[in-house]
């Protein structure tokens, strides 16, 4: 109820048209409450939209599922803004939830020769959780050593939700599957798993 309240406070003060840091903070606060319908009607309205506003929607799209819609949108963003960083791990992202394995690898193996975006620590999190999901454990470790850079407690696209339910995945002798037992069941595994699959191993080899 505040958030309609803000909308329409909003909209009576700038005489029906939003700058874009008010109807970015709207479009964000509407995916985040799970109308992400109305969020995205909203977005398209906006007369005005810069590389935040696009962010905000897919991720928004991404978060909820919507697949499809995100990555139909992400072609269209290069009229109006330049994906940064923050757009790719949003792109990313939604492959992992739909398991699209093909257009995952394609947008990270090509961040940088055709992008221009260097790949951080979300988007190799990003493409070990989609490999993860697809079932494809070999080619997630093989990614995770080949990694340029070390795990950090704050990354916040970790989520290795393929290893909740080990017994379920193929290779279960593995150091994924034997990570999937790190924690409560009910949680994601995250950065002590991550550096346990990362490094920790290792040492328990001998």
């Known amino acids: 109820m505040m958030g309609k309240w803000v909308h329409a406070y909003a909209l009576k003060r700038k005489e029906k048209e939003l700058n874009i840091m008010v109807g ?50 992400f072609p269209p963003m290069f009229k109006e803004a330049k994906p940064d960083d923050v757009t790719f791990t949003s792109v990313l992202s939604a492959c992992s939830h739909g398991r699209l394995v093909d257009h995952g690898c394609f947008y990270f193996s090509n961040l940088e020769s055709l992008y221009g975006t260097t790949p951080k620590m979300e988007h190799y999190a ?36 393929f290893l909740q339910h080990p017994w379920e995945a193929p290779g279960r002798g593995t150091p994924f599957a034997r990570a999937g037992s790190i924690g409560s069941p009910k949680h994601r595994v995250s950065y002590s798993a991550f550096q346990y699959v990362c490094f920790g191993w290792e040492a328990e080899q001998g």
Not at 43 to 59: E, G
Not at 128 to 140: C, F, P, S, T
Not at 146 to 160: A, D, H, L, T, Y
Request: net charge positive; proline share 5%; with cysteine.
């Open 24 to 73: 970015t903070a709207l479009v964000d606060m509407y995916a985040k409450c799970g109308r992400i319908h109305v969020a995205y009607k909203f977005f398209k309205k906006m007369p005005q939209r810069n590389v935040v506003a696009w962010n905000a929607m897919l991720s928004g799209l991404a978060m909820h599922g919507l697949v499809r819609t995100a990555l139909d949108m």
């Open 126 to 161: 990003c493409m070990v959780d989609l490999l993860g999901r697809a079932g494809r454990l070999e080619e997630a470790e093989i990614l995770v050593r080949k990694m340029p850079i070390r795990p950090n407690e704050v990354c916040p696209g970790i989520s290795f939700g």
